[in-house]
T-cell receptor, first 114, second 116 residues
Framework: KAGVTQTPRYLIKTRGQQVTLSCSPI?????VSWYQQTPGQGLQFLFE???????NKGNFPGRFSGRQFSNSRSEMNVSTLELGDSALYLC?????????????FGSGTQLSVL | AQKVTQAQTEISVVEKEDVTLDCVYE???????LFWYKQPPSGELVFLIR??????QNEISGRYSWNFQKSTSSFNFTITASQVVDSAVYFC?????????????FGTGTLLAVQP
């Protein structure tokens, strides 16, 4: 069974640009969550999607958005990039997104904003 | 407010030593779940163990064991006979039921270095 796949693995952008990150969950998983990891703030919840609907969003500005497709694949978009957006963005999937479910994480996309 | 604290920033041990990673949490929920994840240099977080709030029985799984104490809000994780491959960052996490979904509140992580 293939794991969670995130593309691209590395990305370099400049301030003001926008970026789209992709995540393919484990087959059969309908919940996809995104987390941002930085040395200063640690791991922080961005948002969660289930059946193409955003069910929850963390405390991030509107520049951060996402979507989920009918095959459960998800994308997240960051517009008007800032230096502080440099981070490892991790995607995780689970069957239903319930409280007791373990999450399966991808290897992440390392975004560097110059 | 929900919060997870891992006071140990870095731990260094010699192979075959036992090591315990500390985790203290805060939550207003009466039912919750606690997790430990491992993050090797490759980046992905790997699930290790899960504990619910209503069963305080401590368990052992291979070289891993955990000690859940609801009275002190602690969820410590022990690796017995550590190996070099155990070197990674370990995160304790609290599952928070927020609206229609769960989200994980992570601690800041403990970097474990196992020396040969």
């Amino acid at each position: 069974k293939a794991g969670v796949t995130q593309t691209p693995r590395y990305l370099i952008k400049t301030r003001g640009q926008q970026v789209t990150l992709s995540c393919s969950p484990i087959s059969g998983h309908r919940s996809v969550s995104w987390y941002q990891q930085t040395p200063g703030q640690g791991l922080q919840f961005l948002f969660e999607y289930f059946s193409e609907t955003q069910r929850n969003k963390g405390n991030f500005p509107g520049r951060f958005s996402g979507r989920q497709f009918s095959n459960s694949r998800s994308e997240m978009n960051v517009s008007t990039l800032e230096l502080g957006d440099s981070a490892l963005y991790l995607c995780a999937s689970s069957l239903l997104g319930n409280t007791n479910e373990k999450l399966f994480f991808g290897s992440g996309t390392q975004l560097s904003v110059l | 407010a929900q919060k997870v604290t891992q006071a140990q920033t870095e731990i260094s041990v010699v192979e075959k030593e036992d090591v315990t990673l500390d985790c203290v949490y805060e939550t207003r929920d009466t039912t919750y779940y606690l997790f430990w994840y491992k993050q090797p240099p490759s980046g992905e977080l790997v699930f290790l163990i899960r504990r619910n709030s209503f069963d305080e029985q401590n368990e052992i799984s291979g070289r891993y064991s955990w000690n859940f104490q609801k009275s002190t809000s602690s969820f410590n994780f022990t690796i017995t006979a550590s190996q070099v491959v155990d070197s990674a960052v370990y995160f304790c996490a609290l599952s928070e039921r927020d609206g229609a979904t769960n989200k994980l509140i992570f601690g800041t992580g403990t970097l474990l270095a196992v020396q040969p």
